[in-house]
């Protein structure tokens, strides 16, 4: 398998090459900066790198030839400027990696979608309709980072109508973090209200990516999943933190919170993809 990982100098971009690389995959890196030489993979024989802006189309069609499949990391992480940074370059990055891969015959894409195509932290104010959150929510963001990301899974749903051949994985990702970092973090729960105390592990989340990318018979065309933690970052249980927090958004039928129970349900990802949160 010959990966072809966009972002690839990024947090989450890096522990995706390597997880590719210790599957014995060939991988090609491409960013808009030069790889650091100091990262373990740089040195590997099945690892090569490509510094390109992908903004420009024919760049992006050149730098996928020969690929089998496809993780698309490369974004802007946050709102930015909340004007036009974010948005225009993350909905013209994600576009083109999507149509080339369809010009080039490319099956397999997963890509970097967010927690955040629902209202959460980078918002006015969460919009909430019940917990814990599943793919089901309505997706209502109020700022370019979350718009640019419901715009990818659309352009995923455009991309796979239009050549059906294709398989692409939306991957709702949480922060993600180590669990050194993550048991640092402030206890102070106010500190991350907005973002329910979510988090992933690192290579927990990198392993979903290259599941999104194996053979099933499972699902076709475009599918979104939730891939987070199953507790929070939090010691407080999580029937306290919803009473303290968000005492009036109800529960979904049939769900509970117990213990630190995080507030998504990422089933759909354990059904479709085998992803299990390992910490």
Same mark, same amino acid.
């Given at each position: 398998?010959? $990966?072809? @990982?966009?972002? *690839?100098?990024?947090?989450?971009?890096?522990? @995706?090459?390597?997880?590719? =690389?210790?599957?014995?995959?060939? @991988?090609?890196?491409?960013? !808009?900066?030069?790889?650091?030489?100091? $990262?373990?993979?740089?040195?590997?024989?099945?690892?090569?790198?490509?510094?390109?802006? $992908?903004?420009?189309?024919?760049?992006?069609?050149?730098?996928?030839?020969?690929?089998? %499949?496809?993780?698309?990391?490369?974004?802007?992480?946050?709102?930015?400027?909340?004007? /036009?940074?974010?948005?225009? #370059?993350?909905?013209?990055?994600?576009?083109?990696?999507?149509?080339?891969?369809?010009?080039?015959?490319?099956?397999?894409?997963?890509?970097?979608? +967010?927690?955040?195509?629902?209202?959460?932290?980078?918002?006015?104010?969460?919009?909430?309709?019940?917990?814990?959150?599943?793919?089901? !929510?309505?997706?209502?963001?109020?700022?370019?980072?979350?718009? &640019?990301?419901?715009? *990818?899974?659309?352009?995923?749903?455009?991309?796979?109508?239009?050549?059906?051949?294709?398989? @692409?994985?939306? =991957?709702?990702?949480?922060? &993600?973090?180590?669990?050194?970092?993550?048991?640092?973090?402030?206890?102070?729960?106010?500190?991350?209200?907005?973002? =329910?105390?979510?988090?992933?592990?690192?290579?927990?989340?990198?392993?979903?990516?290259?599941?999104? =990318?194996?053979?099933?018979?499972?699902?076709?065309? !475009?599918? %979104?999943?939730?891939?987070?933690?199953?507790?929070? /970052?939090?010691?407080?249980?999580? #029937?306290?933190?919803?009473?303290?927090?968000?005492?009036?958004?109800?529960?979904?039928?049939?769900?509970?919170?117990?213990?630190?129970?995080?507030?998504?349900? *990422? +089933?759909?990802?354990?059904?479709?993809?085998?992803?299990?949160?390992? &910490?």
């Amino acid at each position: 398998m010959k $990966l072809a @990982v966009t972002g *690839c100098n990024g947090s989450v971009g890096r522990r @995706v090459v390597i997880a590719a =690389l210790t599957r014995g995959w060939t @991988v090609v890196g491409i960013d !808009h900066r030069e790889v650091e030489e100091d $990262l373990e993979f740089a040195t590997d024989p099945n690892f090569s790198f490509l510094e390109i802006d $992908l903004r420009d189309y024919t760049k992006a069609l050149d730098a996928l030839r020969g690929a089998d %499949a496809v993780v698309q990391l490369a974004a802007v992480r946050t709102p930015e400027d909340y004007v /036009v940074v974010a948005h225009n #370059t993350n909905v013209v990055i994600s576009w083109n990696i999507l149509r080339a891969a369809a010009e080039l015959g490319i099956r397999r894409v997963a890509q970097a979608s +967010s927690v955040n195509v629902v209202t959460l932290v980078w918002s006015q104010g969460p919009i909430l309709d019940y917990f814990p959150l599943d793919e089901d !929510h309505p997706c209502r963001p109020d700022e370019p980072y979350g718009l &640019s990301k419901v715009i *990818c899974e659309l352009q995923a749903d455009t991309i796979v109508r239009r050549y059906p051949f294709m398989r @692409v994985a939306s =991957l709702r990702l949480s922060w &993600s973090l180590t669990n050194e970092f993550k048991d640092s973090l402030s206890q102070d729960p106010a500190k991350r209200k907005d973002d =329910l105390w979510g988090w992933v592990n690192e290579d927990s989340g990198a392993e979903a990516f290259l599941l999104a =990318l194996d053979d099933s018979d499972k699902w076709s065309g !475009h599918e %979104a999943f939730f891939i987070t933690a199953e507790d929070t /970052v939090l010691k407080v249980g999580s #029937t306290e933190l919803k009473e303290k927090f968000w005492p009036d958004v109800p529960m979904k039928e049939g769900k509970t919170l117990d213990g630190r129970q995080g507030f998504f349900d *990422c +089933s759909k990802a354990g059904r479709l993809l085998g992803w299990v949160h390992k &910490s």
